[in-house]
């Protein structure tokens, strides 16, 4: 099985600042044939189910604000918030779909500082 | 737009069968635009998926359930089930029925990344 780890495990930031939060895969998940790395991540605000902000480790889905940024590719990417908002309080999760069994990492509580 | 809604009981004993289904509205279960999957969520802890289905009938599934763990797909309804036997208190969870968008994968469409969820529904194993 991939093994996804984030850094940190939690991250306060202060309103308008940059949150920054790290995932590493234990193999690649750049799938060679196409370039492109099978990875995703999701924000979960408290009581909701997750929600796809990203997918291809730097497209973001429809709807998700472009302060959100991904970047990265083979074993280590980087989820960017830029001018945090309040409502940007959330766990966040990676998640690999390179191959099977699909992988997430523990998760990210974002805080406001 | 696409809407998942789970149901199934929120209560069931040791040893039997979990058993849910998620009502798909917005789109087809008989659709080649997305394989169907559910992921589950221990109270306080992270995700896990549980495994994925295609129109077609081709699956792909976590080994971590041991065998336990059966998604089927019914058309004729619009709707997609998991069942998990022989159930202990490690399943107690929120279980998540997702849309998955297909990738490419060789010569296979395989599951990706999962772009829709339902609200999620609170399972506890308890007798």
């Known amino acids: 099985d991939i093994v996804m780890t984030q850094s940190p495990d939690s991250l306060a930031v202060s309103l308008g600042e940059r949150a920054t939060i790290n995932c590493k895969s234990s193999?690649?998940?750049?799938?060679?044939?196409?370039?492109?790395?099978?990875l995703a991540w999701y924000q979960q605000k408290p009581g909701q189910p997750p929600k796809l902000l990203m997918y291809?480790?730097?497209t973001r889905d429809f709807g998700v604000p472009d302060r959100f940024s991904g970047s990265g590719s083979g074993t280590d990417f980087t989820l960017t918030i830029n001018s945090l908002q309040a409502e940007d309080v959330a766990v966040y999760y990676c998640?690999?779909?390179?191959?099977?069994?699909?992988?997430f990492g523990q998760g990210t509580r974002l805080t406001i500082k | 737009q696409l809407h998942l809604q789970e149901s199934g009981p929120g209560l069931v004993k040791p040893s039997e069968t979990l058993s849910l289904i998620c009502t798909v509205s917005?789109?087809?279960?008989?659709?080649?635009?997305?394989?169907w999957g559910w992921i589950r969520q221990p109270p306080g802890k992270g995700l896990e998926w549980i495994g994925s289905?295609?129109?077609?009938?081709?699956?792909y599934h976590n080994p971590s359930l041991k065998g336990r763990g059966t998604i089927s797909v019914d058309t004729s309804k619009n709707q997609f089930s998991l069942k998990v036997n022989s159930v202990t208190a490690a399943d107690t969870a929120v279980y998540y029925c997702?849309?998955?968008?297909?990738?490419?994968?060789?010569?296979?469409?395989?599951?990706?990344?999962?772009?829709?969820w339902g609200q999620g529904t609170l399972v506890t194993v308890s007798s």
């Open positions: 997702v849309t998955v968008h297909p990738v490419d994968t060789g010569m296979l469409r395989t599951p990706g990344y999962f772009q829709n």
């Open positions: 193999q690649t998940v750049l799938y060679s044939p196409n370039n492109k790395d099978y």
């Open positions: 998640q690999q779909y390179y191959s099977t069994p699909f992988t």
């Open positions: 291809w480790a730097s």
């Open positions: 917005g789109g087809s279960t008989s659709s080649s635009n997305y394989y």
């Open positions: 289905i295609y129109y077609t009938g081709r699956s």
